[in-house]
């Protein structure tokens, strides 16, 4: 079993950047792929970046190209999703999910591929 936990969420002005953080435990990660996603209110989740920790191999939505990247830590066990530029259409709740292996590009943005998962990180846009 993996146990997912994310921080660094918060209230940011627009223009802002955040960079959030995904402590795992119970596993190490290092043959896993870890993926975040986001959910607004009245939305439905959807994906955001996805890192293999085989190879740090990345991808992102293409919403999310240029201002958010994905990165791991093996010695701390731990996935990151640094925002810069943030927007008010950023607002979501942010989740952070595992999966064990090497998901190939196709499957990554699919969150039933991904049996763990964290309990979210509330991110707001606001001035």
């Known amino acids: 079993q993996v146990q997912l936990v994310e921080s660094g969420g918060g209230l940011v002005q627009p223009g802002g950047s955040l960079r959030l953080s995904c402590a795992a435990s119970?596993?190490?990660?290092?043959?896993?792929?870890t993926g975040w996603f986001r959910q607004a209110p009245g939305k439905e989740r959807e994906f955001v970046a996805a890192?293999?920790?085989?190879?740090?191999?990345?991808y992102y939505a293409s919403f999310a190209k240029g201002r958010f990247t994905t990165s791991r830590d093996n010695a701390k066990n731990t996935n990151y999703l640094h925002i810069s530029n943030l927007k008010p259409e950023d607002t979501a709740a942010y989740f952070c999910?595992?999966?064990?292996?090497?998901?190939?590009?196709?499957?990554?943005?699919?969150?039933?591929?991904?049996?763990?998962w964290g309990q979210g990180t509330q991110v707001t846009v606001s001035s």
């Open positions: 999910a595992a999966s064990e292996g090497r998901l190939i590009m196709s499957r990554r943005p699919d969150p039933s591929v991904y049996p763990y």
């Open positions: 119970g596993r190490r990660l290092s043959s896993y792929t």
């Open positions: 890192i293999s920790w085989v190879d740090n191999n990345t």
